[in-house]
């Protein structure tokens, strides 16, 4: 696992990462990954405090290693993709906007942010002034807006009620760039906004059998559903 900075690890997992956060008392692993790699000796390398589990979202390559836990947090909303549709296993600790997971000494607390997916949530982590985890924010990534868990006004308007906020300063998001500056927020309202107004091309793309638009907006490519095209 690679240190991001002090207490905070991350791995890379095909693609999308796994993020580790220590505190004095406990420590949270974000996601499982992929190709469910072994999460939990990769956590004993690295800390041998008690540890729990959280989901930004239910897509399947953030919950591989699910099932090597009992419980984890979740937003509710992912619940009837993640057990219906996903197969996912595990009792889920529902999780909520405003609701604080305290590691001693380092409070994390969840921001719901919907459009990528219902629940999709990503971590403040208010000591260090920065957003953990999460695909709505990225840089030079491909963020997924086809199938039926996306919306893209719910998407625009999660980000300009983040916009608003002022107790961070970066994002480290679960694809692509690694750190982001909160200066992307406002470059990927813009471009999903132009993409709703018909203003931004796209070409079609066939992914893993599906067929999708993508439209490059600068700051990263959004996956658009077909019919837009």
């Known amino acids: 696992m690679k240190k991001l900075f002090e207490n905070t690890w991350a791995l890379e997992d095909q693609g999308v990462r796994i993020f580790l956060l220590v505190g004095e008392k406990s420590a949270l692993v974000i ?21 729990a589990l959280l989901n930004t979202h239910a897509d399947r390559d953030h919950i591989s290693g699910n099932s090597r836990f009992s419980e984890f947090y979740m937003h509710p909303s992912e619940a009837a993709f ?12 529902p999780v909520f906007e405003g ?17 990528h997916t219902p629940g999709s ?9 920065c957003l953990i985890g999460g695909d709505p ?10 199938g039926p868990q996306r919306d893209f006004s719910a998407y625009i308007a999660s980000l300009e009620r983040l916009e608003k906020r002022d107790d961070f300063d970066f994002i480290y998001p679960s694809h ?3 750190k982001v500056g909160r200066e992307a927020i406002p470059q990927l309202i813009d471009g999903a906004r132009r993409i709703l107004a018909g203003e931004v091309e796209g070409h079609e793309i066939d992914l893993h059998g599906r067929k999708a ?17």
Do not use: W
């Open 31 to 51: 996601d499982t990954g992929m190709t469910a790699p072994d999460i939990h000796g990769l956590i004993r390398e690295t800390t041998v405090l008690p540890y």
């Open 82 to 93: 993640y057990y219906n549709v996903q197969g996912g296993r595990g009792k889920m600790i």
């Open 99 to 115: 609701d604080v997971i305290d590691l001693g000494n380092r409070e994390l607390e969840v921001i719901h942010l919907p459009g």
């Open 121 to 129: 949530i990503t971590l403040l982590d208010r000591n260090s002034r």
């Open 137 to 146: 924010i990225q840089e030079d990534g491909n963020i997924y807006m086809f």
């Open 176 to 178: 692509a760039k690694e």
């Open 213 to 229: 638009v993508c439209r490059d907006v600068g700051i990263a490519r959004f996956l658009c559903p077909i019919e837009e095209s």
